[in-house]
């Protein structure tokens, strides 16, 4: 399982840490994703990291402004996200992807490579 956490409220340029917390499988062996989906809007990929902590991607609209990392020992992924921008509004998630899908290729969102999925936390950029 996987369960997000902080969320909220912010204004515009401020910051916020998301936290990805795993159970149930080894974050150690796995590699990880960020999404998020705006009212509306199909759900996008954010950031990827790969289960080492070594590689990370990043998606077109956040890049600069995010950045995903992971603490094996506290089974905790982590986006940080700053220069929050009104368009950065939406749910957002983390996933798991299945063993051997990821590797460092461009983050972006197949459902096919990933398995589990956390319940969202929602982010509102807004003054």
């Known amino acids: 399982q996987l369960a997000e956490s902080g969320g909220g409220l912010v204004q515009p340029g401020g910051s916020l840490r998301l936290s990805c917390t795993a159970s149930?499988?080894?974050?150690?062996?796995?590699?990880i994703g960020w999404f998020r989906q705006a009212p509306g809007n199909e759900r996008e990929a954010v950031a990827c990291?790969?289960?080492?902590?070594?590689?990370?991607r990043y998606g077109d609209s956040v890049q600069g402004r995010f950045s995903i990392s992971k603490d094996d020992a506290k089974k905790t992924v982590y986006l940080q996200m700053d220069s929050l921008k009104s368009e950065d509004t939406a749910d957002y998630y983390c996933?798991?992807?299945?063993?051997?899908?990821?590797?460092?290729?461009?983050?972006?969102?197949?459902?096919?490579?990933?398995?589990?999925w956390g319940q969202g936390t929602l982010v509102t950029v807004s003054s």
């Open positions: 149930g499988f080894t974050l150690a062996y796995s590699a």
């Open positions: 996933a798991k992807f299945k063993a051997g899908t990821w590797y460092g290729e461009p983050c972006v969102l197949n459902h096919k490579d990933l398995e589990v």
């Open positions: 990291i790969s289960s080492t902590g070594t590689v990370k």
